[in-house]
C-alpha cells in the first residue's frame, strides 16, 4: 500500500461547510497545511444575489456555502483561526465543479450532515475520484463507521476510518480515531501522528460502536442527571450547580451544556444509540425522556431557537436577565443562585476527588448529597460496564472525558478518588449489578485501578494482568511525575526547579494561579546560582493551568497603601535583578509559556534565549491595566526589541509599534498572534502540540548548548531619546484630546514614553540595560503612589478585571 508520512501530508481537502466542517478546515489551516473546502451547489440565488445580476451558473453562486464559511472565520468567535491571514491557505468551492480537486490532496475530511444514506453517496463519489495512498475520515458524532463504506473498493475501505473532533476543534482536544476491521493499521496510526503531532490534539482510538467514547458516556450522565434532577425534584440551577464546577465539570455543567448542544441533537444522538443497544437495561435509560420530547415539540431547542433550559430576556432595565425552566410547569422563571453547607464545603475542598467526596459526604441525607452520589454511581458503573466494548482500556475512557467534556477527572480516576472498595461495598449494599471485572479486580487485593509507583503511573491492565505502566510519548515530559521519582533539585513553597535528565532542568511555578511573588523570585535567583554551576541549560515552564498571570499585586498594593516606599522599591528590585539573573546566565536558557502568560509571566519569559510558545498562548504585558507599566525589565526589553529591528537605522517606527503593544496591553489570541503584537523575537518560535512543549523547550536547550552556547553580551541598547520620547507623548496626547484614553491612561502613557524612549537622553544614543531599568523602577514607584493606579489594583484582585478610570 502506498502511504503517505505525516510530514509529507500537506494538502487536505474538508467536505462540509457547517459548524464541523469550517472549524476543521480552519485547523488544518493553523497546522500549515493547504485546504480546499467544499460544500455542495446552493439550488435557489439569494435575494443580493438576484439584485446582483447573478445566476446558479455563476462560479461565486456556486461555491457561496464554503466562500460565506471562510469568510465568517475571520470574525467567529471564539476564533477558529490562530491568526486571520492562515484562512489564505483556504480555497473555497463546490462538490460538483471542484470534486477532481480531491485527487490532489493528501487527506480528505469529511463533514457533512449527520446522515447515513448522505455520507454513503458521498463516499461514492469520491472514490471515483480517489487517488490510492489518500487518506480519508469521516467527522461523524456516532454513525457506523462500517456501514458508512459499504460498497466501496477493498483499497478505498483499508484508507478510511473516523477523526471525530469536538466542537470547536481549535480549543477542544480530544479527537477520537476510529477504524474499522478493514482500516489498515498503518491508515490509524498515520491519522493519530497527524491529529497528535500537526494538529496538536489528543488522540484516543475507539471502537466502532454508537457514538464512540465521550458522546456515549457524556450523553448518559446528562440523561442520568435529568432523571435523578426530576426523581430528587431539584430546579435546572441545583442540577448545574452540583454537576459542575462543585464535581470538577466545566461551568456549563449539564443543562446549560444541553441548551449549547441543542435538545433535538441531544434527541438524535440518544435515538442512535438505543436503535443499537443489545442491552434492555441501557435501551431504558436512553429512551426519549417525555420532558426533552415536550421541549423539542414546542421549539425550545436550547440556545439556538432563543430557549432551553434557560432563556435570555431583556430585564425592564434594558439589560439581559437568565430566566430558567421550571421542570414541573414548564414555565419560565427569574434564575436564582444555589447555596448552602454542601454547596460551601465542595467549594472549599481541594481537588475534584475533595470536592466530590464533599458533595457527598458533608449531610449524607441530603437531596443534593443523594442526587449527587447517584449520578456520579451510575456514571462509573455504566462507564466500567463498556470497558472492551467502546474502548480498550479505561485510561482511553477517561482520556476521552477529560478532552472531549473538560471533566477535571475521568470516571475510572474520580472512583479512585471516592475510594475504590468503599464505593463498591455501597453499590452493592444498594443492590447495584457491579461489573464482573471490577469485582474480581478488588478479589485480587487491588485497592485502586491506577497507582503511582516512583513517579510512573500504573494502570490496570485487564485480562488478569495486574497493573501495567502507562504509556508516554517520549514528547509528554511530566513534572508532576518526576517530583514523585524524588527528582527535585531544589524548592520553595512556590517554585520547583526539577531535573528534565540529560543534565537540563526545568523551573517550574506553582504559586496560586502562578502568579510571581517573592518566593519565585527567589528561586529564580537560585536557580541561575545552581544551573550556572551543575547543569547544562534551563527550562523554564511548568503545567499548571496558565504559565503564568503575572505579578502577585496584593502585598505591592498593601506596601503602597501604607506608603512604604522602600520596600515597593525592594520588591521591584528584586524582580530586576532575578529577571537579570536569567539573562545573564552562562547556560542555554528556553521558555515554554502556555496560555496565560500576563505581565510578571511575559517580564519571565523574556530574558530566555528563545521562547517556545504553545499555540493557544495569550502573551501580553499588561501592567498598564493596573495602572502600572513594566518594571521587571519588561519595558527595557520592548525597548532592546526596538533597537534590534531598527539595526543601525531609524529606531522610531519599531518604537511606536511596540510603545502601543505596551502602553495599550494588547494581548496575543494565540501563539502565532505574538508576532502580530511585536512581543516575537526572530529566534521564537511556536509548536502546535502544547503537550510536548516541554521535551521540545529541553532539545532546544541542548541545541543551543551543542551549538558552543556563549552567554548574551551586556548590552549597549541603541535609543530614541528625548525627540523620541516627544513623538510618542504626541501620540498619547491625540488619544486624550479624542477621548479614546483618560488622564490617568495619559499619565501612564507619558511615563512608559520616558522609559522606553530612554529617558532624556540624546538621540540615538547607547545607553545600559541598568540605566533603562532604573528608569522602570523611578516610573513605577511613582505611579504606584498614585491613588488611581491603587484604585485599579485593588479592582483587579477584588474581580479579576481592569478598571478604566
Ligand atoms: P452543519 O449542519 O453545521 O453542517 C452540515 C454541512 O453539510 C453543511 O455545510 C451542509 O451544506 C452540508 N451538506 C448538507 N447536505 C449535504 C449533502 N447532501 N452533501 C454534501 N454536503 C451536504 O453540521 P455540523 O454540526 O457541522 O456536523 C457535521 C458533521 O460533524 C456531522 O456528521 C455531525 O454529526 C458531526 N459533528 C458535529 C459536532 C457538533 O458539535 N456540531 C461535533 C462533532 C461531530
Redesign the pocket.
Known sequence: MSMNRTGTVRRAAV?????????IAAHLANAGMRVLLL??VPQALLPEEEKRGLTLASPQVRSR?AQA?VARMAKAQPAPLYEPSFAGRITAGN?EDHLAGLSEVDWIV??????LD??R??FERVESVWRPGTIVS??????SVAEMVEGRSDAFRQHFAVT????PPRYMKLVEVVPTSDTAPEVTALLTALCEERLGKGVVVAKDTPNFIANRIGTYGMLVTLEEGLRFGLTVEEADTLTGPAMGRPKTATFRMLDL?GLD?LLHVVDNVREKSTDAAERETFARPPLLEQLVASGRLGEKSGGGFYRKIKGPKGGSEIESLDLESLAYRPRSSVKGPIIDAAKAAKGTGGKVRALIGTDPKHKYAQFAWQTIKRTLLYSAALVGVIADSITDIDKAMKWGFSWELGPFELWDALGLEKSVARMKAEGDAVPEWVLTWIAEGNGSFYKVLEGKRFVYAGGGGGYAAEELSPDEISLAALKEAGRTVLRTSDASLIDLGDDVVCLEFHSQNNAIGGEILTAIRRTAEEVSKNWRGLVIANDGRNFCVGANLLLLLMEAQNGEWDEVEDIIRMFQSSMLSIKKLDRPVVAAPHRMTLGGGVEACLPADQIIFSPETYFGLVETGVGLIPAGGGSKEAAVMAAARAGGGDIQPHLNALFETVAMAKTSTSGFDVGRIGLKRPQDRVIMRQDARIAEAKRAVLELDRAGYTPQPEARVRVAGREGKAVLRMGVHSLLLGGQISKHDALIGNKLAHVMAGGDAAPGAEVSEQYLLDLECEAFLSLCGERKTQDRMSHMLSTGKPLRN
Open positions: 467536505i462540509g461547510s457547517g459548524v464541523m466542517g469550517a472549524g460544500d455542495v456555502l464559511a462538490l469529511e463533514a457533512v450532515v449527520e446522515r448522505v455520507k453517496s458521498l469521516s467527522n461523524t458524532s456516532g454513525l471525530h473532533f469536538f466542537n448542544v441533537t
